[in-house]
């Protein structure tokens, strides 16, 4: 199995996504608490795509979050996170990656990705993020889904 996920947009071209770089707090968890069914999904994307999580881990629960999706995740430190996040993204190759967030921290990391997807939370969402993404997802759940059947991704941003 091809640890990759392939896709040709129309007027923008084809995409080769093989990481998945995502926010924590705000985006796959709630207060500190995985959200319902990000586990499962995030499972699943194992076997198409490398998974990355970014925290400042805002409420010190990421040693739980880890166990929990069976993943380290890579820790910000305070002070110019947004920066640090898009760095992350660079590093990796972005235009390999596909970005997953909704706060102001995750703007420039979405911006940076090859396709940013910025997800509605119970947090709220930075007008920031929104505005640097590519795609705007209902949910955590939803993002996620359009990484398994990327003509949902295709469908919303041809030209």
Avoid: W
């Amino acid at each position: 199995m091809e640890h990759m996920i392939k896709f040709n947009i129309p007027g923008r071209g084809n995409y080769q996504i093989e990481h998945l770089v995502m926010d924590v707090n705000g985006t796959l968890a709630v207060d500190g608490q995985l959200m319902d069914g990000v586990a499962a999904k995030i499972a699943s994307l194992r076997n198409h795509l490398t998974i990355h999580l970014l925290t400042a881990d805002t409420h010190g629960k990421q040693v739980v979050i880890d166990q929990q999706l069976d993943l380290t995740a890579v820790r910000i430190a305070p002070g110019g996170e947004s920066t640090q996040k898009a760095e992350y993204v660079r590093k990796l190759g972005s235009e390999n990656v596909v970005a997953i967030g909704q706060g102001a921290n995750d703007a420039e990391m979405l911006a940076a990705a090859q396709l940013g997807v910025c997800v509605m939370s119970i947090e709220g969402v930075s007008k920031d993020a929104l505005f640097a993404a590519d795609l705007i997802a209902p949910d955590t759940l939803s993002a996620l889904e359009l990484l398994e059947k990327p003509l949902r991704i295709v469908a919303s941003l041809r030209k």
